[in-house]
């Protein structure tokens, strides 16, 4: 399973390089959590719109359709950066030296190779629905009030196209670790101990993290 891991930097051109894409990442991020906030809004807009005036929020079942690629995607490539996404610990976190970079290259390396094919068919998916002939640039449309659905299909492969952009970093930071034998390499999630953990959650939790 996922657990806290810790990424360490310094002043070489790949850890700027991370924390530049770590910036866009975050910004991703952010549009999720606001996509997230937003459908709260509109919770209470349709609820109450139905229970005060017998009328809900017209097409709130469209817009929490296109809200939810925002909500899915858009946070992947920032949760891969932090090693947040779910992954054998118990067995990464015995490994060490280069036995470790090995096989964490070869994991990133697998998990590039299916993105990458995602990103080929996502696209493939949003140039079906995308037609600058058509009205609003689009060929279909959602049921209730008519939106188009090429925006929400487009934000499939920038997301995991960000992805990728972060995956070949961190291939290029294993392998480099690998090559020099790194003891701690840079723009990588590290598996941290229980007191690395707990000191993480502490400074998280008190409003003092970068």
């Given amino acids: 399973m996922a657990g806290a891991s810790l990424v ?3 002043d070489s051109t790949l850890s700027k390089i991370d924390t530049s894409l770590y910036r866009l990442e975050g ?3 952010l549009l999720s959590g606001l996509a997230v906030f937003s459908l709260m809004v509109l919770a209470v807009i349709s609820v109450g719109g139905r229970n005060f005036f017998n009328t809900p929020l017209p097409g709130y079942v469209d817009w929490i359709e296109q809200a939810m690629p925002l909500i899915a995607f858009m946070g992947i490539a920032y949760t891969q950066r932090d090693g947040g996404h779910i ?8 490994l060490r030296g280069r036995t470790l970079y090995v096989v964490e290259f070869l994991t990133t390396l697998a998990v590039l190779a299916l993105m990458m094919l995602l990103v080929w068919g996502t696209w493939a998916h949003f ?3 995308f ?3 058509a009205p609003m640039w689009s060929r279909d449309s959602s049921m209730d009030i008519a939106l188009p659905l090429w925006p929400a299909k487009l934000l499939a492969p920038v997301a995991f196209s960000v ?9 290029y930071a294993y392998a480099r670790a690998f090559i020099r034998n790194d003891t701690s390499p840079v723009a990588v999630p590290l598996v941290a101990d229980a007191a690395t953990q707990a000191a993480m959650e502490a400074e998280h939790v008190s409003g003092h993290d970068t």
């Fill in 27 to 29: 910004k991703l991020a």
């Fill in 163 to 171: 992805l990728c952009l972060r995956l070949v970093l961190q291939l």
């Fill in 131 to 133: 037609d600058f002939g």
């Fill in 87 to 94: 992954r054998m610990d118990m067995l990464v976190g015995a």
């Fill in 8 to 10: 360490l930097s310094d």
């Fill in 127 to 129: 140039s079906r629905s």
